[in-house]
């Protein structure tokens, strides 16, 4: 689905060679300001590469349209952006850009249910957690349906429990409708847990990649 070949992201970032395959469970590990989120941003273009080639299904990703691109490559920042206003509100918010048909209620709550956040559509998310604001944001994305699914750190507000609830409805949905994710987790348990590929980020280096046997 991408594969990038030397490329150099001014002293913070630098990959020789890497590629990320579709249908599959990537995840990202390392130490706090080792790169992640910047390879992230590589990946749907929020930020240009200085030299090198990263080339998405085949095609140079600086000759992609990027409003394209965003809608079949979405990425969850590391820091939710929660709109004030409602969570229906919240929700459909992705889905105007992506140029979707807006789903019915039913489908928002159902999708919210999954993410183990009991809220009312109409409900303001002024006064929510991080942890709500997190699994707010993720419901959103999961509605958009990409094809590709960037995740900085999804989980990080959360508690063990819900970790499992959210992660498991991710894990279920790319499965099931054949999708590639990319997600940051500092946890190399979790990526142990979940990647089907683990990369390790060092410094700005890519300094482990280890494929894991489907469990
Ligand atoms: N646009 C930029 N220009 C210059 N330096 C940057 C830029 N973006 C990030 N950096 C630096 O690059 C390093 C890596 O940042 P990045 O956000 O990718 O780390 P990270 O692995 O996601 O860390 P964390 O786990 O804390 O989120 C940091 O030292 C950061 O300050
Ligand atoms: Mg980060």
Redesign the pocket.
């Known amino acids: 689905m991408f594969t990038l070949k030397n490329v150099q992201f001014?002293d913070?970032?630098n990959v020789e060679e890497l590629t990320i395959e579709a249908n599959k469970i990537t995840c990202i590990v390392?130490?706090?300001?080792?790169?992640?989120?910047?390879?992230l941003k590589l990946l749907n273009h929020l930020?240009n590469y200085e030299s090198g080639l990263i080339e998405y299904k085949s095609t140079d990703l600086k000759e992609l349209d990027t409003v394209e691109l965003r809608r079949e490559v979405i990425l969850l920042p590391?820091v939710p952006v929660i709109f004030p206003g409602t969570v229906r509100e919240n929700l459909l918010i992705g889905l105007q850009f992506s140029k979707k048909e807006p789903p019915q209620d039913q489908q928002l709550l159902e999708e919210m249910h999954r993410m183990n956040l009991f809220k009312r559509l109409d409900d303001n998310t002024d006064t929510f957690s991080g942890g709500e604001k997190q699994r707010l944001a993720l419901a959103r994305v999961l509605l958009m349906d990409p094809e590709v699914l960037l995740l900085?750190?999804p989980t990080s507000a959360l508690d063990d429990n819900t970790v499992d609830i959210v992660l498991g409805h991710v894990i279920d949905y790319i499965r099931e409708n054949q999708k590639t994710l990319v997600m940051?987790t500092?946890s190399r348990q979790l990526a142990q847990m979940m990647g089907e590929k683990i990369i390790t980020?060092d410094n700005?280096l890519v300094t482990g990649v280890e494929e894991v046997a489907l469990r």
Do not use: A, P, R
């Open positions: 001014k913070v970032l390392g130490e706090s300001g080792s790169g992640k989120t910047t390879f930020i590391q900085d750190e940051v500092h980020l700005g």
